[in-house]
């Protein structure tokens, strides 16, 4: 008999981890080891069973899923992660595919696209649709952003002055401002209102619910 696919669950959701495992469940060759709710649950339920795929949510408090994908990944290299997210953004596209996920998919899949997407997945191949393909090819020509940088760009999201930055930075605000110089160049936009809104719309900034 041919050995199931093991399977983490790792959602802070509890209804949808308990759908996913009935969805999951009905395929013989699939077999849910076990489910996670947050970072230190995920961490410790991938040591102990080293499942062979991890199907992940992105946005869960504290360490969200990208820190797990890339712990993950810092255990195993050669880990198969399936994201499951209610969000289909470029800039969290990107970062997972770059942080080595292997498929992206949105929660309101259906089953059988679920289950064919997992066994693509185990098979070696790269689960994504081709309008991801499209978003993670075009972010992939667009320079990155610096840490700081981004943590400059939350900040003028908020509505925060280059004055308000320096002194939360504990730097001059022509330092700032030549940082806010190099962001808009690499967002390509004019103006704050204009760096905000594609902040935003392509996910690298993320408002808290």
């Known amino acids: 008999m041919t050995k199931p696919i093991t399977i983490l669950i790792v959602d802070d959701h509890l209804m949808f981890r308990v ?11 699939l077999q849910v080891v076990a489910e996670a709710k947050n970072y230190v649950e995920a961490l410790e339920a991938y040591r102990l069973y080293t499942p062979d795929l991890v199907i992940l ?21 050669d880990a198969k992660t ?20 292997n498929g992206y998919l949105l929660k309101d899949v259906g089953s059988e696209e679920l289950i064919s997407g997992i066994h693509q997945i185990c ?25 700081r940088e981004v943590e400059i760009l939350k900040l003028i999201v908020k509505g925060l002055t280059n004055r ?6 504990g730097t001059s605000q022509n330092t700032i401002r030549n940082q806010t110089i190099s962001i808009f160049a690499k967002l390509e936009v004019t103006d704050r209102a204009e ?13 808290d619910a």
């Not at 399936?82 to 596209?93: D, K, T, V, Y």
């Not at 308000?164 to 930075?169: D, G, H, K, L, V």
């Not at 809104?197 to 392509?202: D, K, S, V």
Request: glycine share 8%.
């Open 164 to 169: 308000e930055i320096a002194t939360i930075f």
């Open 195 to 207: 760096a905000a809104g594609a902040a935003l719309q392509r996910g690298i900034v993320i408002l």
């Open 82 to 101: 399936l994201i499951l997210s209610s969000f289909a953004n470029e800039e969290e596209i990107y970062q997972t595919k770059k942080a080595g996920a």
């Open 19 to 29: 759908g996913i495992r009935s969805v999951l469940t009905t395929q013989p060759d």
């Open 123 to 147: 098979r070696g191949q790269i689960c994504l649709s081709a309008d991801m393909r499209a978003l993670v090819a075009e972010r992939r020509s667009m320079p990155d952003l610096t840490p």
């Open 57 to 77: 949510d992105l946005r869960m408090p504290g360490r969200g899923g990208l820190d797990i994908l890339l712990d993950i990944h810092m255990i195993r290299s």
